[in-house]
């Protein structure tokens, strides 16, 4: 029997592969760091396990690619067909392939298929795929990334779902025997099932135990497995959704990203933030701080003149604003959502001297401009679709959604119109950043759909380079690790109610940085829930992120402005170390506070957000803890707003007083006493070591 071995390291976590008689690799472990000189044979002697009786009379092996042709009764990793049926290859090693990282290359010579696992670690990231060629066109309906051994002391898994304004809720399965299957068929990667899962080991917390974390860098749909077979021996699989891939002779996995941590979803949550931010976003200008965003949606909808957006613009930027953002309504006929997606054009009515006078406008108040565009659909009550009706994804009689239709954006002649009509634009405009949206599911599960976007993201990039891009899906739709290898920014959710979105952003915070996640201070009532909050909440819970603005600034009163104002000048003055820091969600012992703390990446500085979004259960504030400190420095801790404690609290809080110095050690395991408050406050700590 010949055994080799192959092993991917990175600080956090190791993998070990290993090929016994040239058939498909098993991942014999994942999981925390090994020591480099980890004897690999002996690794796997003991990988081996006992048999019993009412069994075969060999184990099939858990590999990357569980293959039914090799009796594993488990779910399959690749399911395949052809002309005359279903097609179930017997892989054997061909060798590794040369390039970046470590490839692995599998063949079945008689069905003319080539299967190719690739991995690489980089940072505190593994990221592992797979491909498949054939020599003749065939059907595959699922390709799983390489599959992985769950950990056996996991007692749950946690993954997320959402709907429209309620993205990234968690929910917790026990594991069973049997499949807990999740898929995302909406043709994004979706507010329903974002594609993410932790499965933390028996203890795991948010800032301690070991925690392991799949997210699939794609953005077109995506199928999640995990399976306790019937022998004890548990897999997970993640991949494209199936049956989304048309006919062909190649195929992809997507890019699947893996984490562990040993300090519990906080490590998780570095992992991921550090790789997104410093490896995955490619920034037209690394140095250029986050600017404030002002986006005039929730101000104006389809109403749209110079007069009113220039007053609008001139207050934006009084209160600090840098970007300013018109949205939906400026080209075609569009006065409301039934009409003229895909005609690219300047609205004339509303714009009889096109858009450069709001533009000078805008960069005469010192800040950028930005344009909403919705590239992939179309209206029937548009030109383009009178000139090309055969464009359309889908049947002819679909369902619409937003009463809009996809563009099949496969074809390169619709990205060809898609990519002049924008090119013109950005030529002919002062634009440097675009908010792209798609505001309905696909007719069907069509995994072209994403590869067409990737293509035209890359095309419009490359000849705009200096252009920002954010990921719009009516909100959360499609914020993935695949779309931000393309864009820039995502907009987390259409709710800038700030009790939903402290809610979002904190679980959001485990998979995505705070540079990348829009969040905006919204209006007084807020539009999509009718609640009304105080302006110093909305404002710290836009702070928490990349901030904006998104509501009628003539209308704020001198109070709220001066706050908005006040907050808006910390965010800029503090932006910079957070951006580029950790931010770790963590646990609170009192289940109404919501709370965050904010590392500077050199450790000399942190935020900690304490957010109470409903009546506490009991009648004192309990202390909060911190994590990733130093327990041997000593810290000076500051709160910024003192002044939003209610007219109930009346006790002494050391920090309503003065700074306070506490060691790193006292702040992590009991933690600091914050003043009592109110549903809809905030407390914002900024501290810096000593």
């Known amino acids: 029997m010949t055994t080799n071995f192959h092993r991917i390291d990175t600080s956090a976590q190791t993998l070990i592969l290993r090929i016994r008689d040239d058939r498909m690799a098993e991942a014999i472990y994942w999981g925390v760091a090994l020591p480099a000189d980890e004897d690999l044979q002996m690794l796997s002697a003991s990988h081996e396990i006992d048999m019993t009786g009412g069994m075969l009379d060999a184990i099939a092996p858990l590999s990357i690619c569980p293959e039914a042709s090799a009796s594993f009764h488990g779910q399959p990793g690749l399911a395949l067909s052809g002309a005359d049926g279903p097609l179930l290859p017997r892989f054997r090693f061909q060798g590794t392939v040369a390039g970046d990282g470590l490839a692995l290359r599998f063949a079945d010579p008689d069905l003319g298929l080539t299967y190719t696992a690739r991995f690489r670690g980089e940072g505190d990231v593994i990221t592992a795929s797979s491909s498949l060629r054939a020599e003749t066109a065939i059907l595959c309906h699922w390709l799983a990334a390489p599959v992985l051994p769950a950990p056996q002391l996991s007692d749950e898994i946690h993954d997320w779902h959402g709907t429209w304004l309620r993205e990234y809720q968690r929910q917790i399965t026990p594991w069973s025997y049997g499949i807990r299957l999740r ?35 794609w953005s077109g749909g995506h199928r999640f497995v995990a399976e306790a077979l019937p022998d004890g021996r548990r897999q997970l699989q993640m991949g494209k959704a199936w049956d989304s891939e048309r006919p062909g002779t190649l195929f992809h996995s997507g890019d699947l990203v893996l984490a562990v941590s040993t300090t519990g979803e906080a490590g998780i949550a570095r992992a991921y933030q550090r790789h997104i931010r410093d490896h995955v976003v490619t920034w037209p200008n690394p140095t250029r701080p986050r600017p404030v965003h002002y986006n005039c949606w929730e101000a104006t909808y389809f109403d749209h003149s110079l007069d009113t957006l220039s007053q609008i613009a001139e207050r934006a930027a009084q209160l600090g604003a840098e970007r300013f953002v018109l949205d939906d309504g400026w ?28 533009i000078d406008k805008v960069q005469a108040l010192g800040m950028s401009f930005g344009l909403w565009v919705e590239p992939e659909m179309v209206n029937r009550d548009s030109d383009l679709f009178r000139a090309h009706p055969n464009w359309l994804l889908g049947p002819d009689d679909q369902l619409t959604g937003r009463n809009q239709y996809l563009l099949d954006i496969a074809r390169p002649d619709v990205r060809d119109y898609l990519f002049d009509a924008l090119d013109a634009l950005l030529r002919a405009h002062g634009i440097d950043y675009l908010k792209w949206d798609h505001n309905r599911l696909l007719p069907i599960t069509d995994a072209a759909q994403a590869d067409g976007l990737y293509a035209l993201l890359d095309r419009l990039r490359a000849a705009h380079p200096a252009v920002e891009i954010e990921s719009c899906a009516s909100g959360g739709g499609r914020i993935d690790m695949g779309v931000l290898a393309h864009t820039h920014r995502v907009w987390l959710s259409d709710s800038n109610d700030a009790i939903e979105r402290l809610r979002i952003q904190h679980d959001a915070a485990l998979f995505i940085p705070p540079a990348v996640t829009g969040s905006h ?13 105080p302006m110093s909440f909305r404002a710290w819970v836009a702070a928490q992120r990349h901030m904006g603005f998104e509501m009628d600034p003539r209308d704020l009163t001198a109070e709220e402005a001066e706050i908005l104002t006040r907050v808006t000048r910390w965010w800029k003055d503090t932006r910079d170390w957070r951006m580029a820091g950790d931010t770790i969600p963590l646990d609170s012992a009192d289940p109404s506070v919501t709370s965050e703390i904010q590392i500077a990446a050199d450790g000399s500085r942190f935020v900690l ?82």
């Open 521 to 533: 201070v919204g209006a007084y009532k807020s539009h999509t829930s009718g609640r009304i909050l």
């Open 609 to 690: 957000f304490a957010g109470r979004h409903a009546t506490s259960v009991q009648s004192l504030p309990i202390a909060q803890r911190l994590t990733g400190l130093d327990p041997d420095a000593r810290y000076r801790l500051r709160l910024l707003n003192p002044e939003d404690r209610p007219p109930q609290s009346r006790g002494k809080v050391a920090l309503e007083t003065g700074d306070i110095t506490l060691s790193g050690g006292v702040l992590m395991s009991r933690g600091v006493n914050l003043p009592l408050s109110w549903p809809a406050t905030m407390w914002v700590v900024e501290a810096e070591r000593i």
């Open 183 to 217: 898929e995302s068929r909406s043709g994004r990667s979706g507010h329903e099932h974002p594609p993410v899962a932790l499965i933390p080991v028996r203890g795991a917390g948010k800032t301690g135990g070991e925690v392991h974390a799949l997210q699939l860098a």
């Open 331 to 358: 080209f075609g006929k569009r006065d409301d959502d039934t009409t003229s997606l895909g005609d690219w054009t300047i609205d004339r009515r509303k714009w009889p001297q096109g858009l450069t006078p709001l």
